[in-house]
């Protein structure tokens, strides 16, 4: 059983800056692509971030250049590093990430870390 758990959400001012961290654990041979996704309360839900296995990193236009995804494949874990926040991410931000065994290959989500940008 593959779990994938993130940390580090919470409130914070415009301009200010936040880290989001997600780990996975659980029965895993390899951790290929990782990603964050957010979605606001009556909106759907959009990439945010992006990582390959390999470290290419792809970004929303709305968050390029404030925000970067990172990956530690010891640590199984990817982090989002979010900078000059503004109240349009406000958001649930969730974890994403394909982790095979042995023998299978699924796609596993976090259960979300709510994060708040207002004055």
């Known amino acids: 059983q593959v779990q994938l758990v993130e940390s580090g959400g919470g409130l914070v001012q415009p301009g200010g800056s936040l880290r989001l961290s997600c780990a996975a654990s659980?029965?895993?041979?390899?951790?290929?692509?990782m990603g964050w996704y957010r979605q606001a309360p009556g909106k759907q839900r959009e990439l945010v971030a992006h990582?390959?296995?390999?470290?290419?990193?792809n970004y929303a236009d709305s968050v390029k250049g404030r925000f970067t995804i990172s990956r530690d494949d010891g640590a199984k874990t990817t982090t989002l590093q979010m900078n000059n926040l503004n109240p349009e991410d406000t958001a649930d931000y969730y974890c994403?990430?394909?982790?095979?065994?042995?023998?299978?290959?699924?796609?596993?989500w976090g259960q979300g870390t709510q994060v708040t940008v207002s004055s």
């Open positions: 990582i390959t296995a390999g470290g290419t990193t």
């Open positions: 994403n990430a394909g982790i095979s065994d042995t023998m299978h290959f699924d796609i596993y």
């Open positions: 659980g029965r895993i041979f390899r951790v290929h692509d």
